[in-house]
DNA sequence: CCTTGAACCTGGGCGC
DNA sequence: TGCGCCCAGGTTCAAG
């Protein structure tokens, strides 16, 4: 499911009823997502304070209040949902409220607050995402976060530091942009559609965009443009959802309905006097979809 | 160093 | 209705 807004979107939802919240118990139903969850996990998390949540790159951020922060990232499949209301079984006025367990429910945060108990739960399918404990202190030097690029929203990206990172590169554009050590972020969609707005090939050098000098080439200033405004307009639309819910209520974000190129093979290109039909190639193993008219 | 391909896992869609 | 195949928002590791 996510990339960056996806995950920030995720974020924002879950933050009324996480921050300042005490995890009563947190529930492990299996020993493993992707990897096995952390020694003692659920005793740690257990009996805490929620200080706030955070996201880097595509990893929520769980700020503990003893120094430590859970690391959770959401693979392909992942998803959180806040269920207002005491847990099952409990005698009392909020049980009709809790919704009932989901196929591939594997992690649960019972939690309680001002706002009364409530539930998140963590759902994902291919357990392609995984959790973890990180101290706040190290957070920054774990090997999860120490070769991430910069955010695509602060300023630290820019046509400079991408010039730096793309001379002489001879690797694809595709492939450069979703490279998290360039920018952290980044995925499959969120690409496609960038380099589309800056009518500019997938299949082109990285190298290409940067002088002999190393300067950045006029295109490179509009690329960051196009990164920085397509992720912040799903982020405005509450991210994308393809197949599956991405808002912690349960409802869809509707950036999927902005996609110039992403998931459009055969349709014709938006770009004003193109005329030009959206492809679908392979780079990397990945599908890319773009226009050959005008994209160079 | 670079690039590609496979692996991890489940489910949905489509053709037959 | 069922089966087999292909595809999927990510990351990592092995191989060439």
Same mark, same amino acid.
């Given at each position: 499911m996510p990339e960056l807004p996806e995950v920030e979107t995720v974020k924002r939802g879950l933050a009324p009823a996480m921050e300042g919240a005490r995890v009563a118990r947190l529930e492990l139903r299996r020993k493993d997502l992707r990897f096995p969850f952390p020694d003692a996990l659920a005793e740690k998390v257990s009996g805490r304070t929620i200080v706030g949540l955070g996201r880097r790159a595509k990893y929520l951020l769980v700020d503990l209040d003893d120094g430590n922060t859970l690391v959770s990232h959401l693979g392909m499949s992942g998803s959180f949902r806040v269920e207002e209301g005491a847990a099952s079984g409990t005698p009392g006025q909020f049980h009709h409220a809790r919704s009932k367990d989901e196929k591939h429910d594997h992690v649960v945060f019972h939690l309680e607050g001002p706002g009364g108990p409530r539930r998140v739960v963590y759902n994902d399918p291919r357990r392609f995402g995984f959790m973890d404990m990180v101290s706040r202190a190290e957070l920054a030097a774990h090997p999860f976060f120490r070769d991430l690029g910069p955010e695509p929203t602060g300023n630290e990206l820019g046509a400079a530091y991408l010039a730096e990172r793309f001379?002489?590169?001879?690797?694809?554009l595709k492939s450069a942009l979703l490279d998290q050590k360039n920018?952290?972020?980044?995925?499959n969609i969120y690409v496609c559609e960038a380099l589309w707005r800056s009518h500019l090939?997938? #299949?082109?050098?990285?190298?290409?965009?940067?002088?002999?000098?190393?300067r950045p080439r006029e295109q490179l200033n509009l690329l960051v443009a196009s990164i920085r405004d397509v992720i912040a307009d799903a982020i405005a639309a509450g991210g994308s959802s393809l197949r599956d819910? #991405?808002?912690?209520?349960?409802s869809l974000g509707y950036f999927q309905h902005s996609f110039s190129v992403y998931d459009r093979e055969g349709q014709a290109c938006g770009t004003s006097g193109c005329g030009g039909t959206v492809a679908r190639i392979v780079q990397a193993g990945r599908s890319t979809f773009y226009c050959a008219t005008c994209q160079k």
């Open positions: 001379r002489d590169k001879a690797q694809p920018i952290a972020g980044l995925g090939s997938p #299949i082109r050098a990285a190298g290409t965009l940067v002088t002999t000098g190393g819910h #991405i808002q912690t209520d349960g």
